[in-house]
Each structure stands twice: as structure tokens, then as C-alpha cells.
Nanobody
Framework: QVKLVESGGGSVETGGSLTLSCVLSGWMYSGYCMGWFRQAPGSEREGVAGIYTGSGAEYYADSVKGRFTMSRDNAKKTMYLQMNNLKPEDSAMYYC????????????????????????WGQGTQVTVSS
């Protein structure tokens, strides 16, 4: 049974930093799509950062480039999202998601289109940035 558990959310002031973690259990695939998404109240879900592990191809939303960095610890089966210089517009529920189905192209498309093709999701962790 695949399970994803996010942690690390919280409340910070503008310009602050947070690191989100996503622990993946029950996984047996070597190449898969994995990413971070966020959804604010009244807004559509959007892809923030993602990776296709088979090739290493990465995706970052334009709004977070230069501020957010995604990384992985394969031994710990954990994915991280380092978020620096946070802005109020970054406030949202953040989710990690994964799926072995999409290849690189499908993975990047999933990141651009809110992850509808990804079948496994965590419960989310809240990030609130105050001005």
C-alpha cells in the first residue's frame, strides 16, 4: 500500500523559510513521477515542483523559481521542498503526490496541469505566510 505523509508546514512571516518533507512508503518502482502541489482557498490546485526520477527531469513553477528547491533522500524515501523568501501568495495547503505511470513527458505535463494524472496523494501540510 502506497502512502505519502507530508510534514513541515507552519506559519512564517514574509521572507521566511520552511522545509517540507514527504515520506513515501510502500513503493517498489524505480522510475516515477513525484511532485509538490499547492492549493489555496478559492484557487485551483497548481504544480509547484516535480521530478521524473527515471531521467532526473525537473519542473518548477515560474512563481517559485529561484526561491524553492526540491530534493530527495532515496535511502529515506523522502522528498523535500526547501522554500525560501516566502511570500503571502505562497500560503496554501501543500501536497506531495506520485505515480509510476507517466513517463517524463507525462510527468511534466502532470506538473503543469495540477497533477490530475497522479494517483497517490498525501494529506497535505498547511503553509501560511503573513505580511
Amino acid at each position: 500500500q502506497v502512502k505519502l505523509v507530508e510534514s513541515g508546514g507552519g506559519s512564517v512571516e514574509t521572507g521566511g523559510s520552511l522545509t517540507l518533507s514527504c515520506v513515501l512508503s510502500g513503493w517498489m518502482y524505480s522510475g516515477y513521477c513525484m511532485g509538490w502541489f499547492r492549493q489555496a482557498p478559492g484557487s485551483e490546485r497548481e504544480g509547484v515542483a516535480g521530478i521524473y526520477t527515471g531521467s532526473g527531469a525537473e519542473y518548477y513553477a515560474d512563481s517559485v523559481k529561484g526561491r524553492f528547491t526540491m530534493s530527495r533522500d532515496n535511502a529515506k524515501k523522502t522528498m523535500y521542498l526547501q522554500m525560501n523568501n516566502l511570500k503571502p501568495e505562497d500560503s496554501a495547503m501543500y501536497y506531495c503526490a506520485t505515480d509510476p505511470g507517466p513517463a517524463e513527458g507525462g510527468c511534466m505535463q502532470a506538473m503543469r496541469t495540477a497533477g490530475g494524472r497522479l494517483g497517490y496523494w498525501g494529506q497535505g501540510t498547511q503553509v501560511t505566510v503573513s505580511s
